[in-house]
């Protein structure tokens, strides 16, 4: 047997058992939840050894590595996923316990679900692996700020943190080093990251005699330590206008390393990184040093939600159908015949992956922009100045793809496109949200993104990265409808508040749920009813 066979089932063998310690440490407790840390790394373990056995049959030409194997490994690796989620809803979300398990058995529901219908291995990275970096970057969040916090002192955060951190380095490096025939050295390096996290959820240093009773007092402690180092912090002390600046100076650098130093514009990955990573800074930063300006900065909330997610979808559907579908239609109508009108339906096997990639995209951008800039902006200048310098900032954030795609008046409409869109983002959040929900501009933004990159009507197949038209005739159109609409949208948005739609829709409501009565027709009755025992009527007093 080749050496890498046998280091490769040694390790297997070694992680199947520490998931076996990880099930009787759940076993053992008093109080048993499916979503405990114990038996969710223990699963994550067993999935990962199970993961191995499969990656070394191959290797020892027992079997070949065919699209169906990929498969079953895909299956295996839900067991990494579905506990990863159930890890991180536990520790965030606990007083919804009862959602738990339905949010788990959905995402394994649509992780079989492509795995089977999924075509190639290519298609299945695609659809597994964003949701697998969203959740080890959630778990590597949530360690490192439950770390800095002290809380969860039932496990060991520091060492999480490190075992996650290897974890990541792990899977970094598998492709290069498999191809330099070193495949071994990633499973070695998982087998360690679940060795620390063993050590870290048994955490043999907690003090178990502390009893239940002293627990309030010493929580209490924990949240006032954690209160004076957030006064103490830096993070916490700032202004908000250095901070705003600060964080968008990092995702400039995140966006310039991967469109042009890595080139991800070009791969699936469609730079991805420079999306997640700056959105994890900013929710880690506010969620830890700055937890009371979550709501009135980022935007982050439900407040009339209903009436933000349908603007959304209204927004949406001006952008899309009336300024992008619009200009098509009006060019082929009425400028050129023969133009070719269809409709094509593009990227479908990467809608799952695509959508993801909007959301996450269209967040970290209204958060930053419209919440952390324009807010951090007003901090020195009146509302209005703020929100055209932040809608500057955000056109000029798309410059990069005119040096991308090399078109010079397209990239120049679309910065002045993205600047206004900006500028009305920021106009709805100050003003018609009165700066306490981003929830419709996100919507807008996603669902616009989305199906701008998906849904196409004519000849304009679109390419990875901004959609612009190639046709300057269709260009024209397409913005004098943009300048034409978004003035009325500007001004409703400056008129109105969101308490107004709400008004709206109650009274709408009321019309159809409650209908006014018809007037009565019938003749009124000739004569009271007359109780014969007592002489009175039973029904109204007689005159």
Known sequence: MDITVAMGFLVASMTAMLAIYLFRSWLRQDARLYTDLPLMFGVISFAQAINMLLQNLPRGGWVEPTLELFKIRAFVIAGTAVPLLGVVLHIWLHKYQKYHIRAMILTATYWLVTTILAPSEMVIMILHIPILLTLMLAMLVTFVITWRTGRLNEVRSDVLVLALVIGVIGQGIKAPLTAMGLEIVPDILSMVMMTLATIGLSNP????SKSRDERPSSKMAQESTTDETNQLSPLAAMNLLPLAVGLLSLAVLFRIIDVFVLDLGNTWIDILPSKVIPLAIILTVFWRYRPTEIRSVLGISDNNLREHVLLGIFIFAVLFFVIDVGAVLIYAAVLDSSYPLSLNLLHLELAPYLLFFFLVNGIMEEILFRGVLQQ???????????????????????????????????????????????????VYYEKFSAGKSLMAPIIAHTLFNFFNETVKVGTLQGTQGPDVYTNPTVLIIGMLLFLAVFPLMFVGATRYRVEDVENFLESLRRKVTSPEPAERTDPPLAAPLITHSTGESSGSVMS
Not at 205 to 208: G, R, V
Not at 383 to 389: E, F, T, W, Y
Not at 391 to 415: D, K, P, Q, R, Y
């Open 376 to 426: 951090g902006m007003k901090t020195r200048f009146t509302a209005n100045v703020s929100i055209a310098i932040s809608a500057l900032i955000f056109g000029l954030w798309h410059a990069c793809w005119v040096l991308v795609t090399g078109e010079i008046i397209s990239g120049v409409a679309l910065v002045v496109f993205s600047g206004v869109l900006g500028g009305f983002f920021g």
């Open 205 to 208: 240093w907690f003090k178990m």
